[in-house]
């Protein structure tokens, strides 16, 4: 091999190499790289001080734990006449396939091998986050949001979640029944909707937080 095809092959792995940091996280599924996978989501779908729809470091902490708890409750609190596949697209307890499910979290999802990984502008937003948190003196509102993000994603995956379900206990929205937690997440704009038993939590139960707007389940008939 010439000189220049050495040069050559040496920029296509390298190349390569860089191609692959910039969507998987890791090879190693195991509890470091699920809660850092985790965290990546909670901390993605959040905003942050100077975006559009951030209004304060609590807002986007609710939001943060509230999105952990509709995770959780597709993974292991599926309400009774529904099955899990209707709910999360996936029928598994593993909490990547409850990311990665086809449709549901964009941006996360499993590459060509089966990994679970992120869209470049996911990591990209990560890291930039973390470069200005850096940038301060004192810990300060971008610190404090990452920290809260990693703190809550490593606790899950260790055991569970701590804070409370703010929509546990609902029952009726407006004249519909409902099974309580929520179900499903998304930008809260008018033209966004998950659609079929999916039912819009409002304003006036704190249905909108951090830039998100939260649904719950249609409670069936033959729910007791």
């Not at 920290?147 to 055991?159: D, F, H």
């Amino acid at each position: 091999m010439t000189a220049c095809l050495k040069l050559l092959f040496f920029c296509l792995i390298c190349a390569t190499a860089v191609m692959a940091k910039k969507t998987e996280l890791a090879t190693d599924e195991n509890k470091d790289f699920v809660a850092g996978y985790l965290a990546r989501l909670l901390i993605n779908e959040v905003p942050f001080p100077g975006e559009s729809s951030y209004k304060s470091v609590e807002d986007s902490k609710i939001a943060m734990t509230q999105i952990l708890w509709v995770i959780n409750c597709r993974r292991q609190l599926i309400p009774a006449g529904y099955r899990q596949k209707q709910v999360a697209n996936v029928k598994s307890n593993d909490i990547l396939d409850i990311i990665t499910a086809g449709g549901q979290c964009d941006g996360f999802f499993r590459d060509e091998q089966g990994r679970a990984a992120v869209a470049p502008r996911v990591e990209k937003r990560f890291k930039y986050l973390q470069l200005i948190a850096r940038q301060g003196g004192k810990p300060g509102k971008f610190t404090t949001l990452l920290n809260y993000g990693k703190g809550l994603a490593a606790a899950y995956v260790e055991g569970g979640i701590e804070q409370a379900d703010r929509f546990a206990g609902l029952s009726i929205i407006k004249t519909t029944l409902v099974t309580g937690h929520a179900y499903a997440w998304m930008t809260d704009k008018d033209y966004y909707s998950p659609g079929g038993n999916f039912v819009f939590i409002p304003d006036s139960l704190s249905g909108s937080l951090g830039g998100n707007r939260f649904y719950t389940l249609k409670k069936k008939v033959d729910d007791k």
